[in-house]
């Protein structure tokens, strides 16, 4: 396995980053830096901790890989450098090493808020560190500064027939962005290798920053009036996005956003999203053609739908059963959604074995703020219900409840009924993990992606008359 991995780190030190070495680490990070000084820091130590790992560890073997692991999906197989995050079968997502509630007591809120502000989980992402409050405050600065978007760009949405489903907006949208590409224009003049990663980053700060612009756009063309308020330099990057959504004055949807995108930030490589935008990265494409990819990825039902098709089943439920339905009439419709031949959506992961993570957070944003929402108490009905049956009709290796079988009812609650646009706010999140792998990638020399495929027939051959 690690042998036809052999060349994933091509890494060298850069003159440019000879500073202090300072070890990739949990602590909280130095209060003066910005996110580009401080990320100049940790590179050449960690060039010098993945040399170090590749002439320890560079000839061992993870173990074999099966046939039936090429025919399904790849599932399982080691075949990936993704630092952002590290999902467990049992503990699920850590960012860093952090799980979501860490995440959310160390890093800094807004004020008078409590859900973590998704500036500071992308310095985590990057840095390994916990930011200041005043870090944190100098991203969403940043952030703001860079929002605007092309004029060209903005005519290429207005232009969009309202019946072009909102990610294909989007993702038209975010490949134009490269028009404008620092790393683009730098590859051309033949800038180093060394520093392709201070291009990638002011990239994908620059896509990041854009998103809530493209996407608000997009909302209020196809579902509004198509009026579009400005960017306010001092809210934070959730408060401008939903202001654009038309749902700015809704502190508690602000709230919601925050922790919405920072638990969609990233779960590790090898989704469809993330591992689409690292491997067009490897190509080096500019970070906006990678994302742009990364999204046409997350727009498939099997990844970026299914909180939609949650809500979907949720109310074809309520019409069927009732609100307040008892919990025989929830579990005789389970049975008959199984019988039917389906799954119950929202339930179930390829890698989990215990319940989400985010669903827990997202369940206790739920009891905080919206205690009596008929939605949600049959959400929890059902959590008590469903995986027993799973478990009994032998359907599941997890029966537990995954993020998507909840973020559809809260987004409802606030008034965002839109459902064709939930896989949008789904790619403003992704974008964070995305771009901060790109900018490692290119830190440390990360080269094409190029696995090894095999034919049917070639397979037949390769076995036959071995047992």
Not at 87 to 112: N, Q, V
Not at 284 to 304: I, K, M, R, T, Y
Not at 398 to 405: F, H, I, M, Q, S
Request: aromatic share 8%.
């Amino acid at each position: 396995m690690v042998a036809a991995l052999r060349n994933v780190f091509n890494v060298s030190r850069s003159p440019l980053l000879a500073r202090t070495s300072i070890r990739l680490s949990s602590t909280t990070a130095s209060r003066h830096l910005t996110l580009k000084e401080r990320l100049a820091e940790l590179i050449p130590t960690e060039i010098e901790k993945v040399k170090a790992i590749r002439a320890e560890h560079g000839k061992k073997a993870f173990g074999p890989v099966t046939v039936d692991q090429l025919y399904g999906g790849m599932r399982g197989l080691p075949a990936l450098i993704w630092d952002g995050s590290v999902l467990d079968p049992e503990d699920g997502i850590r960012f860093r090493g952090k799980s979501i509630d860490e995440c959310k007591s160390l890093l800094p809120a807004a004020p008078g808020g409590s859900e973590p502000l998704p500036e500071g989980l992308f310095w985590l992402l990057l840095t390994g560190e916990i930011p200041s409050k005043e870090q944190v405050a100098e991203l969403s600065r940043d952030w703001a500064a860079r929002a605007e978007i092309p004029d060209f760009v903005k005519e290429i949405i207005d232009r969009c027939p309202p019946t072009l489903h909102p990610m294909s907006q989007f993702s038209m949208a975010v490949t134009a962005l490269n028009h404008d590409s620092a790393f683009a224009k730098a590859y051309q003049d033949g800038v180093s290798k060394k520093e392709y990663w201070g291009y990638t980053f002011e990239d994908s700060m620059d896509l990041i920053a854009k998103l809530p612009n493209i996407a608000g756009r997009i909302y209020r063309n196809v579902f509004g009036d198509g009026k579009l308020p400005a960017i306010d330099n001092s809210k934070d990057y959730s408060a401008n996005l939903a202001t654009l959504l038309g749902f700015g004055d809704n502190e508690a949807f602000v709230e919601l956003l925050r922790l919405y995108i920072t638990i969609h930030t990233d779960h590790e490589g090898g989704n469809v999203s993330a591992h689409t935008g690292k491997l067009v990265g490897s190509a080096l494409s500019d970070p906006f053609l990678a994302f742009g990819a990364s999204l046409n990825g997350l727009a498939g039902p099997l990844h970026g739908l299914a909180n939609q098709e949650v809500l979907l089943w949720l109310r074809k439920m309520q019409s069927q059963i009732g609100e307040n339905a008892t919990d025989d009439a929830v579990k005789s419709y389970v049975w008959s959604t199984l019988k039917g031949g389906q799954v119950v959506p929202g339930y179930g992961h390829a890698v989990l074995r215990k319940t989400d993570p985010r669903y827990t957070a997202q369940r206790e944003f739920a009891l905080k703020n919206l205690p009596n929402d008929p939605l949600f108490k049959l959400v929890g009905q059902i959590y008590d219900i469903v995986p027993s049956i799973l478990l009994e009709a032998g359907k599941a290796k997890n029966p537990w409840p995954n993020v998507d079988a909840h973020s559809g009812v809260l987004l409802t609650h606030y008034g965002l009924h839109q459902m064709q646009f939930y896989t949008v706010l789904f790619g403003v999140s992704r974008a964070f993990g995305v771009a901060a792998q790109l900018i490692w990638d290119r830190a440390l020399g990360a080269p094409l992606e190029r696995p090894k495929s095999y034919s049917s027939e070639a397979i037949q051959k390769m076995f036959k008359d071995k047992h």
